[in-house]
Nanobody, 121 residues
C-alpha cells in the first residue's frame, strides 16, 4: 500500500516562506527518487521539484528555481520542500510522489490528499 502524507501548507503573504513535508513508506523512500507536484485551480498538475534516490541530484521547475529547495531525510523517511519568496502564482495544492527521476514523472497513480498553499496579500 502506497503511503504518502503531505503536510505543512498554509496561508502566507507574498514574500513569505513555508516548509512542506512528505512522509513516505520505507519501501517507497528506499526505492525511488521523490518529487513534489502542484495543482492550481483550473490547471493541470505540474512537476515542481525532485530529488534522486541518493539525494545527490535535484531538479526544479523554472518557475521555482532559486526560491524552492528540496531535501530528504533518510532516517525520518521524509522529504521536504522549503519555499521562500512565495508568489501568488505559487498558490496550489501540493502533492508528493515517488518519481522516475529522469523523466520527472510520478510512479504511483494514487495521490495523497495534498496540502494547500495559499499566497495572498
Amino acid at each position: 500500500q502506497v503511503q504518502l502524507a503531505e503536510s505543512g501548507g498554509g496561508s502566507v503573504q507574498p514574500g513569505g516562506s513555508l516548509r512542506l513535508s512528505c512522509a513516505a513508506s520505507e519501501r517507497t523512500f528506499s526505492t525511488y527518487g521523490m518529487g513534489w507536484f502542484r495543482q492550481a485551480p483550473g490547471k493541470e498538475r505540474e512537476s515542481v521539484a525532485g530529488i534522486s534516490l541518493s539525494g545527490g541530484n535535484t531538479y526544479y521547475a523554472d518557475s521555482v528555481k532559486g526560491r524552492f529547495t528540496i531535501s530528504r531525510d533518510v532516517t525520518k523517511k521524509t522529504m521536504y520542500l522549503q519555499m521562500n519568496s512565495l508568489k501568488p502564482e505559487d498558490t496550489a495544492v501540493y502533492y508528493c510522489n515517488a518519481v522516475r527521476f529522469g523523466s520527472r514523472t510520478p510512479v504511483y497513480n494514487n495521490w495523497g490528499q495534498g496540502t494547500q498553499v495559499t499566497v495572498s496579500s
